[in-house]
């Protein structure tokens, strides 16, 4: 893992993490927008993904859900300071779930 894309609103937030992650080796890339990480998603794929879900344009949940449309929908990790961001994820997850239809034997 070489390529990380940091998206967060918080320009203060987005340049500490890009330091810290660029002093231990990493490549870079940044976004304050969610319209502004998947474009840069598209064009240069990053091995991970930290995004907030608290973006000015397009929510977070909202981003996670067109990034796994992608071929190879790198993993996200979520790095939020609002305090219901589980129980989001969770009710995310649990919308775009379906159920297995059941045999008859």
Not at 1 to 30: F, K, W
């Amino acid at each position: 893992m070489d390529h990380v894309l940091v998206v967060d609103d918080e320009p203060a937030i987005v340049r500490v993490l890009a330091v810290n992650l660029h002093n231990r080796g990493y490549q870079v890339s940044t976004a304050l927008t969610g319209t502004d990480a998947l474009a840069l998603a598209v064009d240069a794929p990053p091995d991970l993904i930290l995004l907030d879900l608290g973006l000015p344009d397009i929510d977070g949940l909202d981003v996670i859900d067109d990034l796994q449309r992608c071929r190879a929908p790198p993993p996200i990790v979520v790095v939020s300071g609002q305090t219901d961001t589980a129980t989001r994820c969770r009710r995310s997850i649990a919308a775009r779930s379906t159920t297995s239809p059941s045999r008859s034997t």
